[in-house]
């Protein structure tokens, strides 16, 4: 069994209306190269200087907001499974969204929705300080998701560096993961590429990791280097500079191979 997917790779900014237009843009673009499985990367529709912008534009689930509904409606146009890597959803908790991870189906419909665990509350040592809790309510489910092709794990960005989120997801199924990000600069520089391989490797399952590109803001700046990486930590396909695509095809008898040569998977003791 064979799957094409493709990551996005997005400069967004703070205009929610073209960022959601360059999105289905993008979306199209990878279905007519194949894509089944199409990608977006965190904050593909909003990465804006103010933190309020998130709230003003926190979306609906049921019934759909206006980003949702929006990408429905591309999903359903594109015929494709499509991943909205992060977007801000209404969350409880006053001043704070949770930053949704959602899968829709070709028909359009809401497949799952995993809110991002792990937030980024760093200060990093290029001066810049990023402090995700202050507007965004954390999530508690672990997500692995029916698709056609076996179980997707679904993270957002941070998470990554996470294992135990992975390997949670592994033992619950998924063949596949996906981490749409907005890694910044100067952390992706170093460790996005190491990462990305690490969990793949360690889990056998095909990451897919959309990412942002380049500089959004006065304040924010990021790596880059989507990437499809197979489960022996081969990279199948990676996006260059700017906004595109990483396009690979993802063999399942070749994830079999792996897990039967390698059977780390049925040899964990902890």
């Known amino acids: 069994m064979r799957l094409v997917a493709a990551a996005v790779q997005m400069t967004s900014g703070g205009e929610l209306g073209r960022n959601l237009d360059r999105a289905a843009e993008l979306v199209l673009r990878a279905r007519a190269r194949g894509a089944e499985l199409v990608v977006l990367?965190?904050?593909?529709?909003?990465?804006?200087?103010?933190?309020?912008?998130?709230?003003?534009?926190?979306?609906?689930?049921?019934?759909?907001?206006?980003?949702?509904?929006?990408?429905?409606?591309?999903a359903r146009q594109a015929g494709a499974w499509v991943v909205l890597g992060g977007m801000p959803e209404r969350a409880p908790e006053a001043g704070h969204v949770?930053?949704?991870?959602?899968?829709?189906?070709?028909?359009?419909?809401?497949?799952?929705?995993?809110?991002?665990?792990?937030?980024?509350?760093?200060?990093?040592p290029d001066g810049a300080t990023y402090h995700e809790s202050k507007s965004v309510s954390p999530g508690d489910e672990v997500h692995v998701s029916a698709t056609p092709w076996g179980g997707l794990g679904l993270s957002v960005c941070y998470d990554l560096r996470f294992p135990e989120l992975y390997r949670a997801q592994s033992k619950a199924g998924a063949q596949m993961a996906v981490v749409p990000a907005a890694f910044t600069l100067h952390t992706g520089k170093d460790h996005w590429h190491v990462l990305v391989r690490a969990r793949a490797i360690e889990n056998q399952l095909f990451v897919i990791a959309a990412a942002q590109f380049g500089r959004h803001n006065a304040k924010r700046v990021t790596y880059g280097h989507s990437l499809i990486v197979d489960p022996w930590g081969t990279v199948l396909a990676e996006a260059g500079d700017g906004e595109g695509l990483a396009v690979a095809e993802l063999d399942f008898d070749r994830l079999a191979e792996v897990r039967r040569e390698v059977p780390c998977l049925q040899h964990r003791r902890l």
């Open 41 to 74: 990367p965190e904050n593909f529709a909003l990465l804006a200087e103010r933190e309020e912008a998130k709230l003003q534009h926190a979306d609906a689930i049921d019934p759909p907001g206006e980003i949702l509904s929006r990408m429905m409606e591309v």
């Open 98 to 124: 949770y930053n949704t991870c959602a899968l829709l189906a070709p028909d359009g419909s809401l497949r799952d929705r995993y809110r991002k665990i792990h937030l980024f509350d760093v200060a990093i």
